[in-house]
């Protein structure tokens, strides 16, 4: 270290642990590696085609409160994790514009800066990031317990952010910091007491408190002071990690009560999405679905299912309506199994013409000598893909936005019945939303069944993210996960998280397990929402009053 470096350290040391970082900010060679090491930690911390390594996500929350500290002013600070988060999570969620160009039908030149624009509306929270904790590290109290505390407070900020980004403009709480980690169930199981975005929360907060923590212990020169606020902060690292790794361990090694055992077999399609809604291919892909089923149940030694499920839109006409309905309702008659598939379904209203009849994404369940049918309806919609938000509906651009579905909300949400078992239905994109699964185990679902359609995706990123999500939901809930896809990913995921049995990418195949029935629920299901205010009020205490400061400032 230079003298001009090692004197800026010792002098600010004394004052601030915190004031060191903007008197002797990192050269711009330094900021660049950092940056990015940044973007490369989310690209390989979340789940990508060349190697998935869950615990580089963390370099990201770590770097982004590196830049909010080095920063000189809140504009700057804002500006510098703004830019950091807007092209990490580009580079995270580039499978964006495979879909809008394959299906959309733009040029690349056109599909690529969508998920530009995405990833820029990430970058956005990233920027509210870095701008708080650059204000909240003016404010810290200077004493020993300033890292520690701007720790548990950017921790807390980190859960605030994440959870208004899954609401926020219809909710996007993709890319959550704990889903990087989902297939390491080892690391996933704090989500059963704190829920994902609380569970990313305290991730942060360990990697805030670890790099914080080390970077003032091994400052050149060694000072006392350093030396002294590096400790609680470490401990706290210590604490934290030992606490999860104890209900880690208690959790993955304790029974949970279960019911009855169901039986499920899904049927993997891999149905051509350009093909899938020409009418002409509809029966074929009918008899593509019954004829993988009953391949399945002549295989010698191969156990009757109790159920089958088929994907979300396996059945692309409306079942109500259409002749090929009663073809379906034969085939199980015939196999005697119950079935449970997506397919389009409408509500006749008395006086309004057909074509203004409400159009819903449903689930169906057939049940052999039963009827009627039940059914579950998609309740939170794809933007841009099944609704056009309001405030773009105008003639203006009904041709840019001509290919988007016309679905609308649905109103029949409670679990699907069979025998004793309450399923607990979500539809694709459902999967993402806690709050969604937390209201299918309220309304008494004792298993999850997610119905899903990737096929517009590709070989990208977006089938295994999507899957981590679906791993998220089932420790929160502590449920087992049925997820049934058209082109992969397949699988059963156990109560813990773990992954039973999976099967592969753009294939047709069939996959079967079985699936016990839980009726006991998680520490997060019953307290989660109290968690969150008390995260929220910390935020709010610690991170409101230097934000209110500094806005005042500038409007003076």
Request: aromatic share 12%; glycine share 8%.
């Amino acid at each position: 270290m230079s003298r001009q470096n090692a004197s800026c350290m010792t002098a600010t040391d004394a004052a601030s642990p915190f004031l060191a970082f903007q008197d002797c900010p990192p050269c711009l060679k330094t900021r660049i590696i950092l940056f990015f090491l940044a973007i490369a930690g989310m690209w390989f911390g979340f789940a990508n085609p060349i190697a998935h390594i869950p615990l580089l996500a963390l370099l990201y929350p770590a770097i982004l409160t590196f830049f909010a500290l080095c920063a000189k002013s809140a504009r700057s600070a804002f500006i510098a994790t703004f830019l950091t988060g807007a092209l990490g999570s580009s580079a995270t969620l580039y499978w964006i514009a495979v879909p809008v160009h394959d299906y959309g039908g733009l040029p690349w030149i056109a599909a690529v800066p969508c998920a530009l624009l995405l990833g820029a509306y990430l970058g956005l929270y990233a920027g509210v990031f870095g701008w708080a904790m650059r204000a909240g590290s003016q404010k810290v109290p200077h004493r020993r317990y300033g890292p520690l505390l701007l720790a548990i407070a950017g921790g807390c900020l980190w859960t605030a952010l994440e959870h208004a980004r899954g609401f926020l403009f219809s909710g996007f709480p993709w890319l959550t910091l704990s889903s990087a980690f989902a297939s390491w169930p080892f690391a996933i199981q704090g989500a059963s007491i704190f829920g994902s975005y609380a569970l990313s929360g305290i991730f942060t907060g360990l990697s805030i408190a670890a790099s914080l923590g080390g970077m003032l212990l091994f400052s050149r020169p060694r000072s006392v002071d350093a030396r002294t606020a590096a400790l609680p902060v470490l401990t706290l690292c210590g604490i934290v990690l030992l606490g999860l790794a104890a209900w880690t361990a208690y959790r993955l090694n304790h029974e949970t009560p279960k019911d009855r055992i169901l039986t499920v077999l899904m049927v993997q399609g891999n149905i051509d999405q350009n093909q899938k809604w020409i009418e002409s291919y509809q029966s074929a892909t009918l008899k593509h679905y019954i004829g993988l089923t009953a391949m399945h149940l002549e295989k010698a030694g191969a156990p009757k299912p109790q159920l089958v499920v088929w994907p979300e839109t396996a059945m692309p006409f409306f079942f109500q309506s259409h002749p090929l309905g009663r073809d379906l309702l034969r085939a199980v008659q015939s196999l005697d199994i119950p079935l449970l598939f997506g397919a389009p379904g409408f509500t006749s209203v008395t006086g309004v013409a057909r074509s203004k009849w409400p159009i819903f994404n449903r689930a169906y369940l057939l049940v052999p000598g039963q009827s009627p049918w039940q059914t579950y309806e998609k309740e939170h919609l794809v933007p841009f893909g099944e609704y056009l938000p309001s405030f773009l509906d105008f003639p203006a651009l009904q041709v840019l936005f001509q290919g988007v579905g016309a679905f609308s909300k649905g109103t029949r949400t409670a679990p699907l019945q069979l025998d004793n078992l309450a399923l607990g239905v979500l539809i694709c994109y459902e999967t993402i939303f806690p709050e969604l699964a937390q209201a299918r185990v309220d309304a008494g679902a004792s298993v999850l069944v997610n119905i899903s359609n990737d096929a517009w995706f590709g070989l990208t990123s977006a089938p295994l993210q999507h899957l981590h999500q679906t791993v998220m939901r089932a420790v929160e809930q502590g449920r087992f996960f049925v997820r049934c896809t058209n082109t992969g990913i397949t699988a059963i995921i156990d109560n813990k998280g773990r992954i039973v049995h999976s099967g592969g990418l753009y294939i047709a195949e069939t996959l079967s397990g079985a699936i016990p029935a839980i009726h006991e629920k998680t520490i997060f299901h019953m307290h989660g929402t109290k968690l969150l205010v008390v995260m929220y009020g910390i935020c709010f205490a610690f991170f409101a009053p230097p934000c209110f400061s500094s806005v005042r400032r500038r409007s003076l």
